[in-house]
C-alpha cells in the first residue's frame, strides 16, 4: 500500500501515522507498506474487462488518453 501524498484522516498524514504507529525515527521515511499474511477468504481473480486498458502505455508514459 503506497502511503506517500495520502491523508489518514482531515488532521493526520498516512505517513504521520505510521511513524507514530511503528514507532519509526522520523529521518527515515516510508514511500509503501506490503502486507503479509494468510488470506481470511478465496477470492475470484478480476477478469480482463475490469481494467482500464486505455490507460496502459507501451514503452513510454502517456497521460493524454486517460479520461479523469
Known sequence: MQIRIRKHNEERSTKDYVHGLLEIPKNYRV???IGTGY???KKRP???E???WSKVSHNHFDRSS???
Open 66 to 68: 486517460w479520461k479523469i
Open 46 to 48: 478480476h477478469g480482463d
Open 50 to 52: 475490469v481494467f482500464e
Open 39 to 41: 488470506p481470511a477468504e
Open 31 to 33: 514511500l509503501c507498506i
